[in-house]
């Protein structure tokens, strides 16, 4: 990633968590996306803001710990805890952790869970440079039974698995952005029927498939080497 913009430690409505690990950087989009949501976030009944995880390294690219993604900017994860302050110092958000949201499992929410949540995934997933939002399975099928107004956003929310202490936002590649490629737009439909099916395997676990005894194994991850990444990465790293 060239060209990213650091999110400032504090703003008027969030605070960057984990600074330790200098993953508070985007692209100008995804920075301008965060003040715009906080900001509704603010307006909810018992939260001050936002607490923003991850975005991503100042040059992009691959972390020594956590994610596959999160490598040009243009990924964030949001915290499920609701803010009561905006004064954190450092060392506060070091230690504080979210609060979980599921439960069995991640089959249904528990108590924590409230409609300003619902809320503020709507407002997330209402905006045009939303591509998807990842969430727990039965986050998804809760926000699908009381939703009563327009469902389109909630093709947008996509259920997957961990993703019930925070929320993760996907943006699509802004206009110009050169060598950013979309993924493929989420299946057709407000994606209800899915979610309750992964809900169901949860509750009721399907039979592990048969384990060929003769199938290789499988190749264990390494570490990347600049050989693996993109061409312009050398210009990147070269322009230091």
Same mark, same amino acid.
């Given at each position: 990633?060239?060209?990213?913009? =650091?999110l400032?430690?504090?703003?008027?409505? @969030? &605070?960057?968590? #984990? /600074?330790?690990?200098?993953?508070? @950087?985007g692209?100008p989009e995804?920075?301008?996306?965060?003040?715009?949501?906080? %900001?509704? %976030? %603010? #307006?909810q009944?018992?939260?001050?803001? /936002?607490?923003?995880?991850?975005?991503? !390294?100042?040059?992009?690219?691959?972390m020594?710990?956590?994610h596959?993604?999160? &490598?040009?900017?243009?990924?964030?994860?949001?915290?499920?805890?609701?803010?009561?302050?905006?004064?954190?110092?450092r060392? +506060?958000?070091?230690?504080?952790?979210?609060?979980?949201?599921r439960?069995?499992?991640?089959?249904?929410?528990?108590?924590?869970?409230?409609? =300003?949540?619902?809320?503020?995934?709507?407002?997330?997933?209402?905006?045009? #440079?939303?591509?998807?939002?990842?969430?727990f399975?039965?986050?998804?099928?809760?926000?699908?039974?009381?939703?009563t107004?327009?469902? *389109?956003?909630?093709?947008?929310?996509r259920?997957? @698995?961990?993703h019930?202490?925070?929320?993760?936002?996907?943006?699509?590649?802004?206009?110009? *952005?050169?060598g950013?490629?979309d !993924?493929a +737009?989420?299946?057709?439909?407000?994606?209800?029927?899915?979610?309750? !099916?992964?809900?169901?395997?949860? /509750?009721?676990?399907?039979?592990?498939?048969?384990?060929?005894?003769?199938?290789?194994?499988?190749?264990?991850? #390494?570490?990347?080497?600049?050989?693996? /990444?993109?061409? &312009?990465?050398?210009?990147?790293? &070269?322009?230091?």
């Open positions: 990633m060239a060209g990213a913009v =650091q400032p430690e504090t703003g008027p409505a @969030w &605070q960057a968590m #984990r /600074l330790s690990r200098n993953r508070n @950087w692209h995804t920075i301008s996306y965060i003040e715009k949501l906080s %900001a509704f %976030a %603010a #307006r009944k018992g939260w001050e803001g /936002l607490y923003i995880g991850d975005i991503s !390294q100042p040059r992009g690219g691959p020594l710990s956590g596959r993604s999160h &490598q040009i900017g243009l990924d964030i994860d949001i915290w499920m805890l609701p803010p009561e302050s905006l004064a954190l110092s060392k +506060a958000r070091e230690n504080i952790s979210s609060i979980s949201m439960r069995a499992n991640g089959a249904y929410v528990n108590s924590q869970w409230s409609k =300003q949540h619902h809320a503020i995934l709507r407002a997330a997933a209402k905006d045009k #440079r939303v591509a998807r939002i990842f969430v399975p039965g986050a998804k099928v809760q926000m699908c039974k009381v939703e107004g327009n469902r *389109a956003w909630l093709r947008k929310i259920p997957w @698995w961990g019930h202490y925070h929320f993760h936002v996907r943006l699509k590649c802004p206009r110009g *952005a050169r950013c490629t !993924q +737009a989420p299946p057709p439909g407000d994606g209800c029927a899915d979610a309750e !099916q992964w809900v169901q395997d949860i /509750l009721n676990p399907p039979p592990p498939k048969p384990v060929d005894p003769n199938a290789p194994k499988p190749k264990p991850r #390494r570490d990347y080497t600049l050989a693996d /990444l993109p061409n &312009q990465c050398v210009s990147v790293l &070269q322009s230091n």
